[in-house]
């Protein structure tokens, strides 16, 4: 069974930085591309940033370029991601997905919550 | 990196069709077959439903459906019963390894 758990969310003050982390189970990571996608409360879906397999091409929504950095450990199966200077509006819940073969997000986490406030 | 557009809410009586448009550019929507759609209840994560414009996972009721034409791409809830009230989000890649979600919208079952 693919799982995907997204941890490492919580309160951080403007301008702090944060870590998630996104530990996958249940099929060859690093075949996968993976993606971070985020939701503010009561709004809707934003694609925030995806990796490749090997880590070689990364890309990231205009709102969070310079500021956040995906990654990801094969060995480890797991993708991160690194959101620095962060603003009252990267609050939101931050979902990683797997993409599937064409270009959806066949499988997501639970989510964590990101809170940036003072 | 603008979002598609989706109409906020959508209705219909159990039994009946609703249809859910998603409208984009050239520049995803319309370049591209890779729209796909999620279902989301309150609090729980998004559910894939469509992906590549019409295809369904397995275990997705056929009640489900998508097509596209031109810049905008719409999903079909026929037979609508009522745990399909809940929010749904279209999704389109755009290009250049970027992709776009749809504001959603909200669907009721009167």
């Known amino acids: 069974e693919v799982q995907l758990v997204e941890s490492g969310g919580g309160l951080v003050q403007p301008g702090g930085s944060l870590r998630l982390s996104c530990a996958a189970s249940?099929?060859?990571?690093?075949?996968?591309?993976m993606h971070w996608v985020r939701q503010a409360p009561g709004k809707g879906l934003v694609w925030v940033s995806r990796?490749?397999?090997?880590?070689?091409?990364?890309s990231y929504a205009d709102s969070v370029k310079g500021r956040f950095t995906i990654s990801r450990d094969n060995a480890k199966n797991t993708v991160y991601l690194q959101m620095n200077s962060l603003r009252a509006e990267d609050t939101a819940v931050y979902y990683c997905?797997?993409?599937?073969?064409?270009?959806?997000?066949?499988?997501w986490g639970q989510g964590t919550l990101v809170t940036v406030s003072s | 990196q603008s979002a598609l557009t989706q109409p906020p809410s959508a209705s219909g009586s159990p039994g009946q069709s609703v249809t859910i448009s998603c409208t984009g550019t050239s520049s995803d929507v319309g370049g591209y077959n890779y729209v796909s759609w999620y279902q989301q209840h309150p609090g729980k994560a998004p559910k894939l439903i469509i992906y590549e414009v019409s295809k369904r996972p397995s275990g997705v009721p056929d009640r489900f459906s998508g097509s596209k034409s031109g810049n905008t791409a719409s999903l079909t809830v026929s037979g609508l019963q009522a745990e399909d009230e809940t929010d749904y989000y279209c999704?389109?890649?755009?290009?250049?390894?970027?992709?776009?979600f749809g504001g959603g919208t909200k669907l009721t079952v009167l």
């Open positions: 990796i490749n397999s090997i880590s070689k091409i990364t």
């Open positions: 999704s389109s890649y755009a290009g250049s390894n970027y992709w776009v």
């Open positions: 997905g797997r993409e599937g073969g064409a270009a959806e997000f066949d499988y």
């Open positions: 249940g099929f060859t990571f690093s075949n996968y591309w």
